[in-house]
């Protein structure tokens, strides 16, 4: 069974860091566009960041220059990198593989960013 698990948040002050660890099954994370959505309450989810199997990247415009996704094929592991986090950024974020057919979705992990 294909497994995506996300990991790493938390609660964090405005203008702090965290980063999100999303490690797959197999070898999912090397083959597929690996991507991370996130999703307030009473929102609806919405891209964040993507990056390809080739490599080529992609955010947001309300997270560039601020987040950084990135992957280690060898740890079946795709991260995201976040700074300068702000209150708006505080929703679930879900760690997402696309591929022919239903992608594949993890869990989710809870960032809330609060004084």
């Known amino acids: 069974q294909v497994q995506l698990v996300e990991s790493g948040g938390g609660l964090v002050q405005p203008g702090g860091s965290l980063r999100l660890s999303c490690t797959g099954s197999g070898s999912i994370v090397s083959i597929y566009t690996l991507a991370w959505y996130r999703q307030a309450p009473g929102k609806q989810r919405e891209l964040v960041a993507l990056i390809s199997s080739g490599g080529s990247i992609s955010y947001a415009d309300s997270v560039k220059g601020r987040f950084t996704i990135s992957r280690d094929n060898a740890k079946n592991t795709v991260y995201l990198q976040m700074n300068s986090l702000k209150p708006e950024d505080t929703a679930v974020y879900y760690c997402?593989?696309?591929?022919?057919?239903?992608?594949?979705w993890g869990q989710g992990t809870q960032v809330t960013v609060s004084s």
């Open positions: 997402n593989a696309q591929k022919p057919g239903p992608d594949y």
